[in-house]
């Protein structure tokens, strides 16, 4: 009887500690629009959220709200291709002129680094920021995709205290973001 109470302790000792690595926020989990095609993994624990215009979705930590992931979709003639565009640098900058014409004018957005990665024969552009906003410095990690006449941008972002805290999160879910 001692040992069946023993085992059963030691059991619902290792599902708590389990339970508390999957909803911790140390783990991701899936999202998918079907209907428009695209599908990402965002940190256990965040929220999706309404917002007015711009974004399709757009997910943030319940702590702390400034932390989120979101897509963003634009028209692009039918016929163009990312590389259409230009290369991952030419884009990123023209995201990077984006973000300060709607930040406003005391903004400062840098882009660190872009790379172009395939996945499923569909290219990827894959961007790195560090933006300079009135409400302080954020980083900033984008994935970014041509597909059917659509631009799409999934963006992850967070104050740049938090960075070397999430920055592994943020990258994973990034590079899980993809269109179908």
């Known amino acids: 009887m001692l040992k069946r109470i ?22 991701l989990q899936s999202y998918s629009n079907s209907y428009v095609g695209y599908q990402f993994l965002y940190p256990t624990g965040w929220t999706e959220v309404k917002v007015s215009g711009g974004a399709d979705v ?3 930590d319940i702590i702390n709200e400034t932390e989120n992931v979101s897509v963003v979709i634009s028209d692009v003639p039918e016929d163009k291709t990312l590389e259409d565009l230009g290369t991952p640098t030419e884009v990123g900058y023209k995201l990077s002129k984006s973000i300060t014409s709607m930040a406003g004018d005391d903004t ?4 660190l680094s872009a790379q172009s990665i395939k996945k499923e024969d569909q290219n990827y552009y894959i961007l790195e920021y560090m933006a300079d906003l009135p409400s302080g410095i ?3 990690f984008a994935s970014v995709v041509v597909r059917r006449g659509e631009l799409f941008t999934f963006n992850a972002s967070t104050r740049d205290d938090r960075w070397d805290d999430v920055k592994n999160l943020m990258k994973q879910s990034v590079a899980s973001f993809s269109v179908y």
Request: proline fraction near 0%; hydrophobic fraction near 55%; include cysteine.
């Open 108 to 111: 400062n957005v840098e882009l």
């Open 138 to 140: 954020r980083h900033n």
């Open 58 to 60: 757009v997910f943030h």
């Open 6 to 27: 023993a085992a059963l302790l030691c059991f619902a000792v290792a599902a708590l500690a389990l339970q508390g690595c999957v909803g911790g926020g140390t783990g």
